[in-house]
C-alpha cells in the first residue's frame, strides 16, 4: 500500500500523503485563479517545472509552491522507491529431479513469487561432488565445492533457464551434494534455495561412437587415421580405442582351374588396441600393392 501510495503522489498535484508542506495544494484551484485572471485580460506564461499555463499575476505565486512540490516528492522518492520497488529476487521455489542418468541430473523449478521489481535474467547452481575413500570397514567422504554454474545461454530462445536446467558432464556412479539455486536481476543475487537431498548418479554406460573418423595419410608402407573424442562418454573418462581392419592379399598358391575373382584372394581380419585415450593410430609395415 505504501508503494502504490507514493507512486500516486508522484504523478497526483494534491498532497495525498498527508506529510508534506502545507502548501502542496491541488493544481486545480490555480487552473481556476488563472483562468479568472486570463478572462480579466492578464498576460500568459508557462511554469518552467510543470509545463501549466498561467497568467503573469500568479505565475510567481505558483512557481514557489512547484518548487516545493518539486523538493518533496524528490525527497519521496529517493528515500522510498528504491528501498521498496527495486530489491534482489526471492529464491527459486518447487525444485525437484526431473531425471537422472549416467552423467547427467536434470533439474525443475518454479520462478520466485516476488521478483524484486525487476526482470530476473540468470540463475546459478551452486553443487558438491562426494568421494567416498574406504578404509577398512569405513567410509571417509570426501566433499569439494564446483564452480557455480550460470544457466542462461544467450544463443537459445528463450535464453533464461526459467523452469529448469541440466547439469551436464557429470561423473558415473558418483554423489552429489548441496544443490542449490538462486537467481539475479539488475540489483543483486537473490538467496539460495533449500539445498536438495544428495542425487547418486546411475552406473556409467557405453560411450558413443567416435567423431570424424579419416584416413591422414596413405603411403606403400604406412596409413594412418585419426578421429575425435566421443560426443558422450557414458559417464566415465575413454581409456582406450579399439581399431578394426581388414587386410586383403593375393593367395600363395594359385590353384589351376580357379575361375572366382574371390577363391583369388584372403581376407584377414585385425583387431588393433590403440592402447590409451589419444586420438591417433597408424598401421605400419605394409606391403604396397594391396
Keep these: 500500500m505504501k508503494h502504490l501510495l507514493l507512486q500516486h503522489t508522484i504523478y497526483c498535484s494534491g498532497n495525498t500523503s498527508g506529510d ?15 483562468e479568472g485572471e486570463k478572462k480579466a485580460g492578464f498576460g500568459e506564461c508557462f511554469c518552467q517545472l510543470c ?19 518539486q523538493k518533496f516528492l524528490e525527497g519521496k522518492e529517493g528515500n522510498d522507491s528504491t528501498a521498496i520497488s527495486l530489491l534482489p529476487p ?6 525437484v529431479v526431473a531425471k537422472l542418468g ?32 574406504k578404509v577398512g ?13 550460470l544457466c542462461s545461454r544467450w544463443v537459445m530462445k528463450p535464453p533464461v533457464a526459467s523452469y529448469g536446467f541440466t547439469l551436464e558432464d557429470l561423473d558415473a556412479d558418483t554423489e552429489y551434494s548441496d544443490i542449490r539455486i538462486r537467481c539475479r536481476n539488475k540489483i543483486d543475487w537473490g538467496p539460495f534455495s533449500k539445498p536438495l537431498d ?9 560411450p558413443t561412437m567416435p567423431l570424424f573418423f579419416e584416413c591422414v595419410k596413405c603411403t606403400s608402407a604406412i596409413i594412418a587415421f585419426s578421429w575425435g573424442e566421443p560426443a558422450n562418454d557414458g559417464g566415465s573418462p ?50 604396397g600393392g594391396e
Design 102 to 133: 549416467p552423467d547427467f541430473i536434470k533439474l525443475k523449478w518454479e520462478p520466485p513469487i516476488l521478483d524484486g521489481g525487476c526482470k530476473v535474467y540468470d540463475y546459478e547452481i551452486a553443487y558438491k561432488v562426494c568421494h567416498i575413500e
Design 238 to 287: 575413454v581409456v582406450d580405442y579399439v581399431l578394426n581392419y581388414t587386410e586383403v592379399s593375393l593367395k600363395d598358391d594359385q590353384q589351376v582351374g580357379v575361375k572366382k575373382e574371390s577363391e583369388k584372394y584372403e581376407e584377414i581380419k585385425h583387431e588393433v588396441s590403440v592402447g590409451g585415450s589419444h586420438c591417433y593410430h597408424s598401421i605400419l609395415d605394409l606391403r
Design 51 to 69: 509545463g501549466k499555463k498561467f497568467t503573469n499575476k500568479t505565475i510567481e505565486k505558483h512557481t514557489k509552491k512547484c518548487e516545493e512540490r
Design 90 to 95: 526471492q529464491k527459486p521455489r518447487q525444485i
Design 137 to 149: 570397514k569405513r567410509e571417509i567422504r570426501h566433499e569439494s565445492d564446483m564452480p557455480p554454474l
Design 20 to 34: 508534506g508542506p502545507s502548501t502542496l495544494g491541488p493544481r486545480d484551484d490555480e487552473q481556476e485563479e488563472a
Design 198 to 206: 544428495p542425487i547418486h548418479t546411475l552406473v556409467a554406460v557405453p
